[in-house]
């Protein structure tokens, strides 16, 4: 940020009095901008022992596989943004279960959440954001070819815990250094 939102003047980068983390604070009105991470809202749609999973159309990771999710918008909740997000990428609609995933992504300043889901009927189609949409069984997935190491992620535990026949609720950290996901291919 260099230019104030209210007034158009420059910033600095301080810490602000009563305040422990430093912040874009405008050197003539005063005003604190504070930065607040981003939720991202999404689902893993099952249908029988498959997943819904999109073909992306945009940046990043375009024509890499994602399941269907992004960032909630003001006015929803949590789970409307799953469903909403998997209408608008996949033209598919679910029953949400239960929320089953949550990453921590500081070092992007993000937050991914996803719902377990049921497709409501195998009916689907590429939305704006996707190239194509597919159901895969967990032999068929593309996993060179995932656009995102909290995808990859989920999906593995998802599979993991279809074994067991139980779902448990997980929040894990993913670093920029993490060995799991430092591989990523470039192109798909």
């Known amino acids: 940020m260099k230019y104030c939102t209210a007034c158009g003047n420059d910033v600095r980068w301080d810490i602000p009095d009563n305040d422990n983390r430093e912040r874009h604070i405008c050197n003539h009105c005063g005003q604190i901008h504070y ?16 997943i819904l999973l999109c073909r992306r159309a945009i940046e990043p990771r375009r024509g890499f596989w994602t399941l269907p999710a992004g960032f909630m918008e003001n006015g929803e909740t ?7 997000e998997t209408l608008e990428e996949a033209n598919a609609r679910v029953r949400l279960e239960s929320l089953y995933t949550l990453f921590n992504l500081t070092h992007i ?9 049921e497709l409501a009927v195998p009916e689907f189609s590429a939305g704006p954001e996707s190239l194509e949409v597919a159901l895969f069984s967990e032999a068929e997935i593309p996993w060179d070819e995932l656009a995102f190491a909290v995808v990859e992620r989920t999906l593995r535990l998802h599979f993991e815990d279809r074994l067991q026949g139980n779902y448990p609720f997980r929040i894990e950290d993913i670093h920029r250094s993490d060995p799991r996901f430092s591989k990523r291919p470039r192109t798909p």
Do not use: K, L, T, W
């Open 35 to 50: 930065q607040n991470p981003r939720i991202i809202a999404g689902s893993v749609p099952v249908h029988g022992d498959q």
């Open 78 to 84: 949590v789970q409307q943004a799953a469903e909403r």
């Open 109 to 117: 300043n993000q937050i991914y959440m996803f719902f377990r889901a």
